[in-house]
């Protein structure tokens, strides 16, 4: 079955500097690749997603890259703001074949002021 | 409905006690998950509905967990003799539909056993 992989684990930046999170999945199969942003006794929030057929996507101070051969993706976030402080989770789906989610272990963001 | 709500919130319950988790999904979703989230780790996949169809079950850790969804909107996780290492947050998500991809997630529920 799919495994992904997730680092760092932990992450600290200045406000304003640009944070990276990289994932690696194993299935080839795999073909939706979203983001999640989980604050302290909330469930994870849908913050950027990408498909297989797109190699680059951008949202305001978030984007995702995607690189299939490789098959790993990874989210940017620019101009951190303290607010941004959060666990983020990757996943993979190989969507319409089974749509679950196979989630990475997170990554901890600390955005200093 | 505004999000995926669930209930209850907090759950503490006594080692071999039985719990009901609830899910309403966003109204109109037709696909449903439930996810197990041990603390400090992603969620993990237990089963997914679409409509009243459980289409896959194979994240269930044991036949002591059961779900339902009856109607194809509110959906329940069952869980007998309920035992420590069940203890977790138990999220559930729904989205429009098959390959639609975007889970929205219900704010969990975290079950305590003592």
């Known amino acids: 079955g799919e495994n992904v992989e997730q680092h760092p684990s932990t992450l600290s930046v200045q406000e304003g500097d640009s944070a990276v999170i990289k994932c690696t999945y194993s299935?080839?199969?795999?073909?939706?690749f979203p983001w999640y942003k989980q604050e302290l006794g909330k469930g994870p929030q849908l913050i950027i997603d990408?498909?297989?057929?797109?190699g680059e996507k951008k949202d305001q101070r978030i984007a995702v890259t995607l690189n299939k051969t490789a098959k790993h993706f990874s989210l940017h976030i620019t101009e951190t703001q303290p607010e941004d402080s959060a666990v983020y989770f990757c996943?993979?789906?190989?969507?319409?074949?089974?749509?679950?989610?196979?989630f990475g272990t997170g990554t901890r963001l600390q955005v200093f002021p | 409905g505004a999000g995926v709500s669930q209930s209850p919130r907090y759950k503490v319950a006594k080692r071999g006690q039985d719990v009901a988790l609830r899910c309403d999904p966003i109204?109109?979703?037709?696909?449903l998950f439930w996810y197990q989230q041990a603390l400090g780790q992603g969620p993990e996949f237990l089963t997914y509905?679409?409509?009243?169809?459980?289409?896959?079950k194979s994240g269930l850790p044991s036949d002591r967990f059961f779900a339902e969804r009856p109607e194809g909107s509110v959906s329940t996780l069952k869980i007998q003799r309920t035992q420590q290492e069940d203890s977790a947050v138990y999220l559930c998500?729904?989205?429009?539909?098959?390959?639609?991809?975007?889970?929205?997630f219900g704010p969990g529920t975290r079950l305590l056993v003592l």
């Open positions: 998500a729904s989205t429009r539909g098959t390959g639609s991809g975007d889970q929205y």
């Open positions: 299935d080839s199969a795999s073909n939706y």
């Open positions: 990408i498909r297989s057929n797109v």
């Open positions: 996943a993979a789906s190989p969507l319409y074949n089974t749509d679950k989610l196979i």
């Open positions: 109204s109109g979703h037709v696909s």
């Open positions: 509905f679409q409509n009243e169809a459980q289409l896959d």
